[in-house]
C-alpha cells in the first residue's frame, strides 16, 4: 500500500513540474493553424552547427544558385531569423530583429515558383496570397536582376513609415530604415548557417515592386533578399 502511495506521489510530482515548466516557456511557436490558407512552419532550431563568427567570415553576396528547391524546415529557420517571436510580454512578442518601442512596423514576404506568402510571426506560419508565379515580374521591377527569379526562394521586406511615425515622427524613416538592415543582416546570417547562399538587392523601382505584389498602400519595398544553394 504505501509503495502504491509513494508511486502516486512521485507521479503527482513528475505532472506538476512539467506543467510549471511549460507555462515558463511561455506560448507555443507554433501553435495549430486552422486556416486552410495558412502553412504552419515547423519549429525553429535555437542551436546551430555553426558559430555566428563563422557564418559572419563566409557572408558573401551569392548570385547564381543551384535548381535545388529550400526545404520547409529552411524556409522556417530563414523566416524565424527575420522575425520570429522569441519571447513574450503580455501583448507583446519580442522578436529575433530589434523594432524601435517593439512597435515592428515590418512585413515580411517570400515568393517562390508556386506562390507568394506572407511570414505571419504570431504563429510561425506563412498565409498564402497568390498562387501565381511573381518572380518574373518582380524581377522586372528590380531592372531585370536575374538572380530573383532563378533563386528557389526570395524574400521582400517592407516597412509601414506610418505606424512608427506615431511615436517617432520625423525620426521615423530613420529607425524603419535601420530595423529594416536588422532583418537583413539576419536573413543572410542563417542563410550561411544553413548552408545556404544570399544577395542584397536595394535596386528596384518601388512602385513597380509595390504594384506586382499588390501591397498595402502603408507598406513600403525596402529590401529584396534571394536565398539558394550556390551553385
Known amino acids: 500500500m504505501k509503495e502504491m502511495m509513494m508511486l502516486s506521489l512521485v507521479v503527482y510530482l513528475c505532472c506538476l513540474l512539467c506543467s510549471c515548466a511549460a507555462e515558463s516557456n511561455g506560448e507555443p511557436l507554433n501553435p495549430p493553424v486552422d486556416n486552410p490558407g495558412e502553412i504552419n512552419l515547423p519549429v525553429p532550431k535555437t542551436d546551430g552547427r555553426i558559430s555566428l563568427e563563422q557564418t559572419l567570415l563566409k557572408r558573401r553576396s551569392v548570385r547564381k544558385y543551384a535548381q535545388k528547391e529550400l526545404t520547409l524546415e529552411q524556409i522556417s529557420q530563414l523566416c524565424w531569423a527575420a522575425q520570429g517571436i522569441t519571447a513574450r510580454r503580455g501583448r507583446i512578442g519580442f522578436r529575433t530583429a530589434p523594432s524601435a518601442g517593439a512597435l515592428y512596423?515590418?512585413?515580411?514576404?517570400?515568393?517562390?515558383?508556386?506562390?507568394?506568402?506572407?511570414?505571419?510571426?504570431?504563429?510561425?506560419?506563412?498565409?498564402?496570397?497568390?498562387?501565381?508565379?511573381?518572380?518574373?515580374?518582380?524581377?522586372?521591377?528590380?531592372?531585370?536582376?536575374?538572380?530573383?527569379?532563378?533563386?528557389?526562394?526570395?524574400?521582400?521586406?517592407?516597412?509601414?513609415?506610418?505606424?512608427?511615425?506615431?511615436?517617432?515622427?520625423?525620426?521615423?524613416?530613420?529607425?524603419?530604415?535601420?530595423?529594416?538592415?536588422?532583418?537583413?543582416?539576419?536573413?543572410?546570417?542563417?542563410?550561411?548557417?544553413?548552408?545556404?547562399?544570399?544577395?542584397?538587392?536595394?535596386?528596384?523601382?518601388?512602385?513597380?515592386?509595390?504594384?506586382?505584389?499588390?501591397?498595402?498602400?502603408?507598406?513600403?519595398?525596402?529590401?529584396?533578399?534571394?536565398?539558394?544553394?550556390?551553385?
Not at 513609415?161 to 520625423?170: E, G, I, Q, T
Not at 530604415?177 to 523601382?205: K, W
Not at 512602385?207 to 498595402?216: H, S, Y
Open 105 to 231: 512596423p515590418m512585413s515580411l514576404y517570400l515568393l517562390k515558383k508556386d506562390g507568394y506568402y506572407k511570414y505571419i510571426p504570431e504563429t510561425h506560419s506563412l498565409k498564402l496570397i497568390s498562387k501565381e508565379n511573381l518572380l518574373e515580374d518582380l524581377t522586372e521591377a528590380a531592372l531585370g536582376q536575374p538572380y530573383i527569379k532563378k533563386a528557389p526562394v526570395t524574400f521582400v521586406i517592407s516597412g509601414d513609415y506610418a505606424k512608427c511615425a506615431k511615436r517617432y515622427r520625423d525620426r521615423a524613416p530613420l529607425f524603419v530604415h535601420v530595423e529594416t538592415g536588422h532583418i537583413g543582416q539576419n536573413i543572410h546570417l542563417q542563410a550561411v548557417a544553413l548552408g545556404l547562399g544570399s544577395v542584397p538587392i536595394g535596386a528596384f523601382r518601388d512602385e513597380d515592386v509595390k504594384d506586382v505584389l499588390g501591397l498595402p498602400d502603408n507598406e513600403a519595398p525596402l529590401y529584396i533578399i534571394p536565398v539558394g544553394y550556390p551553385e
